[in-house]
Every structure is written in C-alpha cells, then in structure tokens.
C-alpha cells in the first residue's frame, strides 16, 4: 500500500513538473528540434512528386546574373522572361513567389545592350503573365499599420481569381496590398505569403487561409493547388 502511494506521489509529481515547464514554455524547444528529427528520420525521397518543381533564387543565381541584369532587384522585364520559360516548359500554374505591390518607377537603365524604363519593363511583365494565362502571384498582407494612423474601414479592392469561401475563423491581417493594377487583371490569382514563426525563429507552418482587410485570402501554396 505503502509503495503504491510513494509510486502515485512520484507519478504525480513527474506530471506537474512537466505540466509546468510546459505551460512556462520551457519544453517547446526540445519539443521543437525533436519535430524536425522526426521528419528528417521519416521523409521519404522516393515518394515525393515529380510534378512541382521549386524554383529558387539564391546567391549563386544573384551573382552569376549581376553582371548581365546588376543587383537585385532585377528589372520586372527579367521576371517576364522567367515565366515566359516556364510557360514554355509546360507548367500548369506558375505560383510566383514576389511582391510587385509598385511600379517601376525608374525612368531608364541598361537591361543587356539597350536601355529600358520602368514602365516598359513593367509592361514586358504583365505581357508575360497575361500570356501564361496561370500565374498566381504574391499579395502582401504583411504590414500591420502605424499608430498614428486609423486602420482601414473600407475593404480593399477584390483580389483576382476565384472567390473563396473556405468557412470558418482565420487570421486576420488589417491591411492587404495587390499587385499594381496591371499585373492583378491579367493573373489568374493573388495568394499570400504570411507566415508565424515558432519560438525559435523557424517557419514550420502556413496558414491555407488568411482574412485580409475584408477579404479572403489564399496562401500562396492554396491558391496554386
């Protein structure tokens, strides 16, 4: 009898401490890097699909290119010229994962052997994307307003694309900003790249849907699906 009770005293004991040190965050770390060994031990590479293809611009692509294109951010003429490939290539929709939330406002500079402004490569963009006919490209949803100014009462303008109604509560984002005018006619949807990082600084999650300024947004991800 004795035993059985030092052995529940113990046991309960056990479980307040780590019901403690969870509730004060103090196993979310481990529990964190034990997440991604398990999915680094279990992720298998022969069963992933071979029809999507990530796309990246990293340092090496920055620096092969400067001496053709210069520094980032390259012209939106370069961006065309991406989409044009893919198109070619045969890919079914084109998630494009940069904000062209403003014009390009300079008014010339050297692109190979000519020169061209901001609104010509502009232009050479939202030729390109309404060519495709399947790009879905980034919205902003990311600024959350200042304190010396009201937030937006109006909803903003309806985001191109189909019109979601997925149901239920999503976060909630004050502020939502297309892509300039032009390039929304022209593509066939808008998704968001919002992300909540975890207590270590790392992205493990997305949210499929986000209610931005009045209107419902996809994740980029969900809009390309």
């Known amino acids: 009898m004795r035993k059985g009770a030092v052995g529940l005293a113990i ?4 479980w307040l401490a780590v019901a403690g040190m969870s509730a004060l965050g103090l196993l979310d770390e481990v529990e964190l890097a034990s997440y991604d060994r398990r999915l680094i031990a279990t992720h298998d ?10 796309v990246e611009i990293n340092e090496s692509t920055l620096s092969a290119l400067e001496p053709v294109y210069g ?7 370069v961006h065309g010229a991406a989409i044009d490939y893919l198109a070619r290539a045969g890919a079914r929709v084109i998630a494009y994962d940069i904000l062209f ?4 406002r300079r008014s010339a500079f050297p692109l190979g052997d ?23 490209l980034a919205a902003s949803a990311l600024f959350e307003g200042l304190l010396s100014e009201a937030l937006p009462s109006a909803p903003a ?12 509560a999503w ?3 004050p502020y939502l900003t297309l892509p300039i005018e032009p390039l929304a006619n ?10 909540t990082p975890d207590a270590d600084g790392t992205a493990r999650r997305v949210m499929p849907f986000i209610e931005a300024q009045g209107r419902v947004v996809p994740w980029l991800g969900t809009g390309a699906a």
């Open 11 to 14: 046991g309960l004991a056990s």
């Open 45 to 54: 590479q022969d069963a992933a699909r071979d029809d999507i293809v990530s």
């Open 71 to 77: 520094r980032w951010p390259w012209p939106r003429a």
């Open 101 to 104: 939330i403003e014009h390009d």
């Open 114 to 136: 000519r020169l061209l402004s901001g609104a010509e490569s502009d232009e050479a963009l939202v030729t390109s994307v309404g060519r495709a006919g399947n790009v879905i």
């Open 157 to 168: 303008p309806p985001p191109p694309g189909p019109a979601w109604a997925p149901g239920g």
């Open 171 to 173: 976060p909630t984002r």
């Open 186 to 195: 022209v593509s066939a949807g808008v998704g968001h790249t919002a992300m």
